[in-house]
Nanobody
Framework: QVQLVESGGGLVQAGGSLRLSCAAS????????VGWFRQALGKEREFVATISWSGRSTDYADSVKGRFTISRDNAKKTVYLQMNSLKPEDTANYYC????????????????WGQGTQVTVSS
């Protein structure tokens, strides 16, 4: 069982940066793959980035590749999403999610979810 809490969202201008944090509870967190997803108003939940339990493997959606970086600190039970060069189209509610085993890209294959944190990028 894992509980996740996101933080770090806010309002920024285009071109700015934010760092989102996903704090986890549960002693087995280090064995879970973690993903970041986002959902804009009126749109489906969208894959953003994911990281393996070891942190050695990562993957990103094409729309954020080169701008966003996912990382994790298992000692702190926290996963981060560093977002640079933000664009208005990045505006969404951002969620972190966890699953046991290998990371995947489909949101419905993740078992545990945070409550989300809102990111708004103005032009």
């Amino acid at each position: 069982q894992v509980q996740l809490v996101e933080s770090g969202g806010g309002l920024v201008q285009a071109g700015g940066s934010l760092r989102l944090s996903c704090a986890a509870s549960g002693r087995t967190f280090s064995s879970y793959a973690v993903g970041w997803f986002r959902q804009a108003l009126g749109k489906e939940r969208e894959f953003v980035a994911t990281i393996s339990w070891s942190g050695r493997s990562t993957d990103y959606a094409d729309s954020v590749k080169g701008r966003f970086t996912i990382s994790r600190d298992n000692a702190k039970k926290t996963v981060y999403l560093q977002m640079n060069s933000l664009k208005p189209e990045d505006t969404a509610n951002y969620y972190c999610a966890a699953r046991s085993g290998s990371y995947v890209f489909a949101w419905n294959e993740y078992d545990y979810w945070g409550q989300g944190t809102q990111v708004t990028v103005s032009s």
